[in-house]
Structures are given as C-alpha cells and as structure tokens.
C-alpha cells in the first residue's frame, strides 16, 4: 500500500523559506508524475508544481521563480523549496503521486506566510 507523508510546514515571514517533504512508502509502479497542491482558504485547490516521470519540472506562474520540486530515489522523498514567500502563499500543501493504476494523496501540510 503507497502511502505519502508530508511534513515541513508551518509559520514564515513574508520573504523566508520552507522545505516540504513528502516521503513515500510502499511498492509504487508506473509513476507518470508527481505533484504538490495546495489549498488556501476559501480558495479551490491549485496545481502548484509538477515533476513528471522523465525530471520535466512546471510550475504554476505565481511561483515561477521562486518555488523548485525535486525528488530524492534514495531517501524517497518529494520536496518543494519555498522561497521568497509571500502571504498568498499561505495554504495547506499536498503531495500528490499520478500512476498509470491510481492516484494517491498525502494529508497535507499547512503553511502560513504572516506580515
């Protein structure tokens, strides 16, 4: 069973950074991407950032420039480096894997940029 486990939220200053971490476990076949989500309040879910099963990394345009999505095959792990964050920023972020037999989704991960 693919289970993803995010962590590294929590509070930053308008222009500091986070790492989000989404480590993964279990047998994962057929990966066609993976992704981090966010959600803010009030607001629908967005596709922030993608890395798709050949390294080609997309980025939503708000955070072009300032966001990056990499994954470690050693220590099974997704990242998403935040910088230069601003308050818009502030949601709760989830990792999200695309295979070619399913989808699965982390519990997600708040992050809240203050002022």
């Known amino acids: 069973q693919v289970q993803l486990v995010e962590s590294g939220g929590g509070t930053a200053q308008v222009g500091e950074s986070l790492i989000l971490s989404c480590t993964h476990s279990?047998?994962?076949?057929?990966?066609?991407?993976w992704n981090w989500y966010r959600q803010g309040a009030g607001r629908q879910r967005e596709l922030v950032a993608t890395?798709?099963?050949?390294?080609?990394?997309n980025y939503t345009n708000s955070v072009k420039g300032r966001f990056a999505i990499s994954h470690d095959n050693e220590q099974d792990t997704l990242f998403l480096y935040t910088n230069n964050l601003k308050p818009e920023d502030t949601a709760v972020y989830t990792c999200h894997l695309h295979t070619w037999y399913g989808d699965y989704w982390g519990m997600g991960t708040q992050v809240t940029v203050s002022s």
């Open positions: 279990g047998n994962i076949l057929g990966i066609r991407s």
């Open positions: 890395l798709s099963s050949r390294g080609a990394a």
